[in-house]
């Protein structure tokens, strides 16, 4: 099976192998590689491509880390960073992402229906197992609190991510979509604006118009 | 003889400074601080390679870095900080322990030629003393020097000492070469390592001092310095002028003003091209770089605490950094010391300001013991903060 991870993802990355002192370096770990461009497809909106990126992924797969790979990076922080990638691309495509072959996705072993709530819990349960141990990890907060909003817990989320502007410690145009959003929905017209603001200003450029325009106010 | 990493010295060094840990000896402080991730010494393991500045940066220069042909091409051609640092090797034999701590906590420019600098460590002064007394022992009084100083001047010129050394503020010049054949890249090290001869009087033990000038090898086995013909007398007498010279007092240097925000937009592909992933992402790194060390500046190192802070990504560095006192995470775009300037240019005009000699105590110079970010650059930054931080 390595040697076919191996295939798959070269086609997919053509990334050089490279000493894992350098950045990026993969030198083989394709499990490193997989999850690097997998947060760079999220980042960019490819959601179902950046989980395509994540399905040979041991964490993913089989819902448990297997054996590491040969050359794998002593990164304890690889399987964390996988899920939270697959998480973020179900809250952000609205659970929709859980349709095909990611339906197989679970987690300690329970296959899940595939279903938006479910999913959504999910994706939600795996950001607040990040959030009980990274407290003040900004891009954990926010991810935990867009997976709230999601689920409709919005006071809950409103609090982490007010919390967050207020230090200004929001990393992520989507966290400020959805702060936007809750700020609209409390009646919190001039918030809002400020939040997409924030949101236009934090987006790639590209991903301004569909992230930060309103289209999908909770 | 150079302690390797897994051998049984190197755990036992390692036994010997978590024994001593409880006390904080000078080992223990020389483990704590790092230094060899930079400085090898023959007392001291050297870290794994991931933890290496010098010993990464010479396996690029050399071609030995596991990395592809292009990459590592690209890599040689810019790199230019950190290829030759000090070792400490017979530090015990040169330096005076007092000058040692001074240095430590207060370093200067030391090597004219060398683009990297002693960095302000996070140390206390009984930090500095004890790391000063691992590498050297106790100070003994200054003998007077016996050689003759007029002497020395003509041996300084006719002996090409000025092809390496500066003697700042001397009466000194020397623009002949060596009187013997140096290889080329002997000579390209020794210019850059070569120190200010104008320290030399706090900074070494004058007993030592014309016995080392004479054959520096064997206080030091990997010194540049080559041992130049010469005869113990002329060798004194050389000793004698470097230690007596009368010496003007250093320029007052002035500490450059930021630019004015640029009019025109900046977005963070610009920023992260000319400085934070040229300069600041070797120590801010992502978490998981080099075997989970996201560099000094992120994860811990140099005895600076994990400060979490990423400079690899927009996420990362909206995403701040740990308070050092509180861990609480705090943004770098928050006014500084003097509640305008972010504090992310805070830090990169600061080390201006150490390079002109006047610290900023209250903030450290960015990047750390590294040339200053041009004024330039830092006006990119400063831009695209005040214009929101725009992707």
Known sequence: MCILHRLVLAAVLSLPGISPACMNGSDGDWESAAVAEAEKLLDEGNYAKAVGVLLNVPVIKNGSAGDPPKFRFDDPDLDARALRVAAAAVVRSSGTISRGA?????????VRSGERDDQIAWAKEI?????????????????FAEALAAEGRRVEARTILEDLAQRDLIADSYSWATLAALRNRAGDVAGRDAAFAKCRAS????????VCAGGSMQ | MIVR???AAAALFLVMASAAN???????????????RCHRIE?????????????????????????PADLLSHWQGRLTSLTAVPSLIGTSKRFKRSWLADYLMDPVDLRPALPATMPRLRLKREDAERLAEFLAPADTPDPVPAGNPANGRKRFETLGCGACHRFSGADASSSVPPPMAVDPAALARGIALAPDLRYTRERFRRESLALWIRDPASFKADTPMPALPMSPIDAADLAAWILTSPLAQAPAATVPKPLPLLEREIRWPEVEERVFKKIC????????????DGGPGNTGGFGFPARGFNLATYQGISSGIRDRDTGRRMSVFAPGPDGTTPLIVAAMLARHAEIAGRPDSAVRGMPLGLPPIPLEEIQKVATWISLGRPR
């Open chain 1, 102 to 110: 990611f339906s197989r996705l679970s987690v300690n072993g329970h």
């Open chain 2, 281 to 292: 992402r070797h120590c801010h790194a992502d978490a998981a770089f080099a075997f989970g």
């Open chain 2, 43 to 67: 007392r001291a393991p050297d870290p794994p390679l991931e933890k290496q500045c010098l010993g990464c940066h010479e396996r690029i220069l050399s071609g030995a870095f596991n990395a």
């Open chain 2, 5 to 7: 990493p897994g051998t």
């Open chain 1, 127 to 143: 950001f607040a197992g990040d959030y009980k141990v990274k407290l003040d990890d900004p891009s954990v907060s926010s991810l």
């Open chain 2, 22 to 36: 409880s006390a904080e000896d000078g080992a223990s402080l020389f483990a704590r601080f790092e230094c060899n």
């Open chain 1, 203 to 210: 987006a790639k450029r590209l991903m301004s118009s569909r």
